[in-house]
C-alpha cells in the first residue's frame, strides 16, 4: 500500500470510527430526550424537544468535528485530512447541507410549547431559520475571498475556475512588481465603501500614484505599472459589482424559499423530510438565478467584469512579454508568431496536396480518355464487312471443330470400354478426370 | 396553511442517515479504483494533427455498406456517445447494423491556437469523409453531428452536399438567437477578441464552469448532496463518476476557432441570418439537398429546442423529418428511455433514406 492510500484509509477508519461514536452517542441521546414527549402532531408541525439546549451543544459539537474532518473549522484535537483534491465538492456540499440543516433544527427546536398559537410558532420558526441562513450568506458574502471554507459552495466552484486561470500567475507578477497589493485580495472584490481600514488606505495611495505623470529615465515602464493598477482597480470594481448580484440571488432564494413554505402553491408536497427542504430551497435558489442572469444588468456586469479581467491580465502579459525579451528568452507573443507561421505553412502544403491529387486524377483521367479515344479510333477504322466476313469464318471453323472433337470422343470411350470389360467381365463407370494443364480437353 | 411536516425524530433519523451513508460511501470510493470509459471496440484509421478517425468494429455480419460518420463538439470528449455498454448510442446504432466512424478531435495545445473553422471543417472533416470515401469506394457517405459537431455537420453539408448523402442532427443549435437561451445571452457583450488575444486557447475549465454556471443549485449543490445516497451502492456510484468524468474531461478550445464560433453564430447568428462564411466557402442552408433527420431535446438547457427546429424554416421543400426527446442535452445519450428510442430510430431513418 502507498503511503498516500496508507494516510487515506488510516483517516477514513479515524472518521468512520468518530462517526459511530457521535453518531451513536447522538441517537441515544435523541432517544432517551424524546421518551416521554407529550403527543404531538407530527404531520403538521415538530415538536418541542426536552432538552434542546443539551441537544444543541452536542449537535454543534458534532458539526464542528465534521468540519475539522473536512479541512474546515478547528476541531480541538480531533484528527484532520485535507481532502480537498480528493473530494471536495462532495464534502463541501455534504457540509453545506448538514449546516442547511442545522439552521432550521435550531430555528424549530423552540416550537411546541407554552400557549402560543402553533400556526405563529410556525411562521416564526420558518422567519428564524431563514434570517439565520441570510445571515450566513451576507457574512460570508461580505468575507468573501477566494478558497474561503465559510463561503457557500455553490459559488465556490466556478470562481474557483476563474481563480486557476486568473490568479495564480498574476500573484507572482504583482509580487515581482513591488506594488503593495496582494493579488490574491484583489480577488475580495470590494468597492471602495466596503473596504477595511488598510484596503482603503491602499485604494487611496494607489488612486494618488495613478494620477501622478511619471519623469525620468524610467517614465515608460512606470507608466506601463501605472496603467496595470488602473485595470486592476477596474477589476475591483467590476468584481464588487458580480458579486453583489450573486449576492442579491442567494438573498431572493432565501425569500422565495420563505414564501414556499409559508404560503405553499396549491398542490405543493408537504415538506416532510431535510431532504425536501433543501430541494425546496435549490428550486428556490434556481428561479432567483435564472430570474435574475436572464436580465440585460447580469449580462453587463458579467461582461464588465470578464472583460476587465481580460484587459488586466492582457496588459500584465504584455509587460512580462517584454521583461523576458529584455532577458534574450521567449516569450508568449514569439511562439504564437511562431506557431501563426507553422499554421500557415500547414495550410499551404495542404492546398498543394489537394492540388496535386487532383492533378493525379486529372492525368489518371486523362490517360484513360486517350485510350479510350484510341480503341474508338480504331473502332473507327474497322470495316464493318470485314469484320462480319472474319467472324463468319470463325464459327464455321469451330463448328468444324467441334464435330471433330465429338468423334474423337466417342471412339475414345468405346475402347476403354472394350478394355474393361475384357479384364474383370465388368463394366465400370467411367470417372471422368478433369483436364490437365496443357491437356486437351 | 402549514406544509411543514418534519419531527424531531425524522429529522435526527435522516441526519444519522446521510452522514452515515457518506461514511460508507467514502469507502466504497477509495475501493472503486479507477473509472474506465468506452463500450465499444474501435480502431484508428486516419491521423491528422491531433484529430483522429476511428473505426468501430461493426457488430451484425454485414453491415450497411454507406457508412456513418460521427462529428462529435470540439467541447466535452466524444466517449459520451459511448460511456458504457448499457449507456451507448453508438453500441445500439452498430447493434442496427450500422458501418461507424467517429472523429476525435483530441486535446489542442498551443501549437493549435490558430485552428479556425475553416480549418476544422473544411480541413479536417472533409478529408476524413473522403478517407472514408476511399475505404469504401464511394463518393458520398451518412453524417450524424453531436451539439456543435451537428453544427459543424450542416455547414460541411451546406457547402458540400454532394458528399453527404443524408444527415442526422443531434441537439444541435442552429438559430443562436431564439428565447431562452442563457449561452447566447450572456455571449452577446463579451469582448470574444479580448478573451482569445489575452488567453490563447479558451481553457475547457472556463467552459465547464459556464455550464455550470447555468443551474449552480442543482449542479454543484444538489448534484453532491445526491450523490451521496448513491455511493454505497458501487454500481451507480460507478456510473456516476463516469459521467462526473466526462463533464470535468473538457479539451481546451482553439482560440481562432472559438472567436470565430463565438462571432459569427453566437453574436452574429450569421447561419440563420444567410450571410456566414467559412473560408471562402459561403454557408446556405437552403443548399442542404440530403435527407435531414434533426433529433432536439425537449427539455435541454444548453440547446433550447427552438434553436434546433429553426432548421425547418430553411427546409421546407426537403426531406426534412424531426425527432423529438423528451429529456435533456446529456439525456438523450445516457438515459435509459434514450437508448429505446434514440438510435433505433436514427438507425431506422438512415436505412430507409439510403
Known amino acids: 500500500m502507498t503511503e498516500k492510500s496508507g494516510l487515506a484509509a488510516d483517516w477514513l477508519n479515524s472518521w468512520a470510527d468518530i462517526q459511530q461514536k457521535s453518531w451513536s452517542a447522538w441517537s441515544e441521546m435523541a432517544r432517551k430526550t424524546m421518551t416521554g414527549l407529550p403527543g404531538q402532531m407530527p404531520s403538521q408541525m415538530p415538536g418541542q424537544m426536552p432538552g434542546q439546549d443539551d441537544w444543541l451543544r452536542f449537535w454543534q459539537d458534532n ?119 496582494n493579488a490574491a485580495n484583489a480577488w475580495g472584490g470590494q468597492a471602495s465603501s466596503d473596504f477595511g481600514v488598510w484596503e482603503r488606505m491602499t485604494r487611496s495611495w494607489m488612486e494618488k500614484w495613478l494620477s501622478t505623470p511619471p519623469v525620468g529615465s524610467t517614465r515608460e515602464v512606470q507608466e506601463k505599472w501605472q496603467q496595470a493598477g488602473r485595470y486592476w482597480l477596474e477589476v475591483q470594481s467590476r468584481q464588487k459589482e458580480y458579486n453583489d448580484i450573486l449576492l442579491r440571488i442567494g438573498l431572493l432564494a432565501l425569500e422565495k424559499l420563505q414564501q414556499r413554505l409559508l404560503n ?178 | 396553511m402549514i406544509s411543514f411536516a418534519i419531527t424531531p425524530e425524522g429529522a435526527v433519523n435522516e441526519l444519522v442517515q446521510f452522514n452515515q451513508s457518506l461514511a460508507d460511501g467514502l469507502q466504497v470510493l477509495g475501493n472503486i479504483g479507477e473509472v474506465t470509459v468506452g463500450a465499444s471496440a474501435k480502431e484508428e484509421v486516419y491521423r491528422e494533427d491531433k484529430m483522429v478517425l476511428y473505426h468501430f468494429a461493426p457488430r451484425v455480419a454485414k453491415p450497411h455498406p454507406v457508412p456513418l460518420l460521427i462529428v462529435y463538439a470540439l467541447v466535452n470528449r466524444p466517449y459520451m456517445a459511448d460511456l458504457q455498454e448499457d449507456r451507448s448510442t453508438i453500441r445500439t446504432l452498430l447493434d442496427a447494423g450500422l458501418d461507424i466512424y467517429l472523429i476525435d478531435w483530441g486535446y489542442p495545445d498551443a501549437s493549435d491556437r490558430f485552428l479556425g473553422l475553416d480549418d476544422y471543417i473544411n480541413g479536417y472533416i472533409h478529408r476524413a469523409v473522403n478517407e472514408i470515401g476511399k475505404r469504401h469506394q464511394l463518393s458520398s457517405i451518412n ?58 486557447n479558451i481553457s475547457g475549465d472556463l467552459l465547464n464552469m459556464t455550464f455550470v454556471s447555468m443551474k449552480p443549485f442543482q449542479l454543484t449543490g444538489q448534484k453532491y448532496v445526491d450523490m451521496v445516497s448513491l455511493m454505497t451502492d458501487k454500481e451507480k456510484l460507478t456510473n456516476f463518476l463516469r459521467m462526473e468524468k466526462w463533464i470535468n474531461d473538457s479539451p481546451n478550445q482553439a482560440g481562432e476557432a472559438f472567436r470565430e464560433f463565438i462571432k459569427n453564430f453566437y453574436q452574429r447568428n450569421a447561419l440563420v441570418k444567410g450571410d456566414l462564411e467559412i473560408g471562402n466557402h459561403p454557408v446556405r442552408l437552403e443548399n442542404l439537398s440530403m435527407p435531414l433527420l434533426n433529433v432536439y431535446a425537449t427539455e435541454d438547457h444548453l440547446v433550447p429546442p427552438d434553436s434546433s427546429k429553426a432548421l425547418r424554416r430553411f427546409v421546407t421543400d426537403r426531406d426534412y423529418t424531426e425527432l423529438a426527446f423528451k429529456g435533456g442535452h446529456i439525456g438523450i445519450y445516457v438515459g435509459s428511455r434514450a437508448q429505446k428510442e434514440v438510435p433505433p430510430s436514427i438507425a431506422r431513418w438512415l436505412r430507409e433514406k439510403n
Open chain 1, 63 to 181: 458539526i464542528e468535528r465534521w468540519n475539522a474532518l473536512f479541512g474546515g473549522a478547528k476541531g480541538g484535537g480531533w484528527p484532520s485530512l485535507d481532502m480537498s483534491n480528493l473530494s471536495n465538492p462532495l464534502f463541501a456540499h455534504s457540509q453545506n447541507y448538514n449546516r442547511f440543516a442545522e439552521v432550521f433544527l435550531k430555528a424549530f427546536s423552540g416550537m411546541g410549547g407554552g400557549d402560543r398559537d402553533p400556526v405563529q410558532q410556525w411562521k416564526d420558526a420558518v422567519s428564524q431559520g431563514i434570517e439565520q441562513l441570510r445571515r450566513l450568506f451576507t457574512a460570508d458574502a461580505s468575507n468573501y475571498k477566494w478558497g474561503n471554507d465559510e463561503m457557500w459552495a455553490i459559488w465556490q466552484h466556478p470562481m474557483q475556475s476563474w481563480q486557476s486561470m486568473f490568479a495564480t500567475p498574476l500573484t507572482q507578477l504583482m509580487q515581482w512588481s513591488g506594488l503593495p497589493l
Open chain 1, 264 to 441: 405553499p402553491a396549491e398542490g405543493q408536497q408537504p415538506v416532510d423530510s431535510l431532504r425536501k427542504l433543501y430541494q425546496l430551497w435549490v428550486d428556490s435558489g434556481e428561479e432567483a438565478y435564472a430570474q435574475v442572469v436572464t436580465t440585460t444588468e447580469y449580462q453587463e456586469a458579467n461582461a464588465r467584469w470578464l472583460n476587465a479581467m481580460m484587459r488586466w491580465r492582457g496588459h500584465l502579459q504584455e509587460m512580462f512579454d517584454q521583461t523576458l525579451a529584455a532577458m534574450n528568452l521567449p516569450n508568449r507573443g514569439e511562439l504564437n508568431s511562431s506557431h501563426q507561421r507553422v499554421m500557415e505553412l500547414k495550410r499551404r502544403v495542404r492546398q498543394l496536396e489537394a492540388k496535386f491529387d487532383d492533378l493525379e486524377t486529372g492525368v489518371r483521367q486523362r490517360d484513360q480518355s486517350r485510350e479510350i479515344n484510341a480503341l474508338r479510333d480504331e473502332m473507327r477504322h474497322l470495316r464493318i464487312d470485314v469484320v462480319h466476313d472474319e467472324l463468319t469464318a470463325l464459327k464455321h471453323e469451330m463448328a468444324q471443330m467441334r464435330t471433330a472433337l465429338t468423334a474423337l470422343a466417342a471412339g475414345s470411350d468405346s475402347e476403354e470400354e472394350s478394355e474393361a470389360s475384357s479384364t474383370s467381365g465388368q463394366v465400370a463407370p467411367r470417372k471422368r478426370r478433369p483436364a490437365g494443364k496443357g491437356e486437351q480437353p
Open chain 2, 143 to 200: 453524417m450524424l453531428g453531436i451539439c456543435q459537431g451537428g453544427t459543424f455537420s450542416l455547414c460541411y453539408s451546406a457547402m458540400h452536399p454532394q458528399k453527404v448523402r443524408a444527415l442526422v442532427t443531434m441537439v444541435t443549435p442552429i438559430d443562436f438567437h431564439t428565447s431562452g437561451n442563457l449561452l447566447s445571452h450572456w455571449a452577446q457583450k463579451l469582448d470574444v477578441d479580448l478573451l482569445v488575444d489575452t488567453m490563447g
